[in-house]
């Protein structure tokens, strides 16, 4: 079992920064890729980003490549993202998720363990 507990949400003006972490859970959380998502009103889930179960490769959506850096300390069992250049449309909900396979999170499905969200709002 895995279990995952996001933090570091909040409000912040367009142009700001903050960093999201997601805190796990159980012997298995390094053996496991990790993924960011977010989701707004009326809206379905979408991939952010994610990174391997041993941090070497990444990839991110291309509406949040180049202001979006995902990273993890196995030994913390934590993932974070720092996000940059914030803009009114990255307001959403965002998730943490973890699986064993990269594919899997990329394509949203079906995924292994949930966080339960925390919010973002980026005013303008």
């Known amino acids: 079992q895995v279990q995952l507990v996001e933090s570091g949400g909040g409000l912040v003006q367009a142009g700001g920064s903050l960093r999201l972490s997601c805190a796990g859970s159980?012997?298995?959380?390094?053996?496991?890729?990790m993924g960011w998502f977010r989701q707004t009103p009326g809206k379905e889930r979408e991939f952010v980003a994610l990174i391997g179960s041993h941090g070497s490769s990444t990839d991110y959506a291309n509406s949040v490549k180049g202001r979006f850096t995902i990273s993890r300390n196995n030994a913390r069992n934590t993932v974070y993202l720092q996000m940059n250049s914030l803009k009114p449309e990255d307001t959403a909900v965002y998730y943490c998720?973890?699986?064993?396979?990269?594919?899997?999170?990329?394509?949203?499905?079906?995924?292994?363990?949930w966080g339960e969200g925390t919010l973002v709002t980026v005013s303008s």
């Open positions: 998720a973890a699986d064993l396979s990269v594919v899997t999170l990329k394509s949203l499905g079906p995924i292994d363990y």
């Open positions: 159980g012997r298995t959380f390094s053996d496991r890729a």
